[in-house]
């Protein structure tokens, strides 16, 4: 496990891309097109990046990107 110290803008500017990258991706899953190959390789970076954003976010915010995909059993 690794620790940084961030200033308050530091954080609040992490908190902004992590929260982009996380709205760029679910962007990208609504896409039909992809390949189901591509579209596990999103699912799998979005929840790294969204257990990232979780340290940052309250409850209220991170409730809105919850990731909602079920796999064909």
């Not at 962007?27 to 591509?38: A, F, G, K, N, Y």
């Amino acid at each position: 496990m690794l620790g940084m110290l961030l200033t308050d803008k530091e954080c609040k500017e992490l908190d902004y891309m992590l929260r982009k990258e996380l709205d760029e991706m679910l962007l990208d899953l609504q896409d039909t097109r992809l390949d189901p190959e591509v579209r596990e390789s999103i699912v799998q970076r979005y929840r790294v990046i969204f257990r990232m954003y979780a340290r940052f976010a309250s409850p209220k915010e991170l409730s809105r990107y919850v990731l909602n995909i079920r796999k064909d059993s």
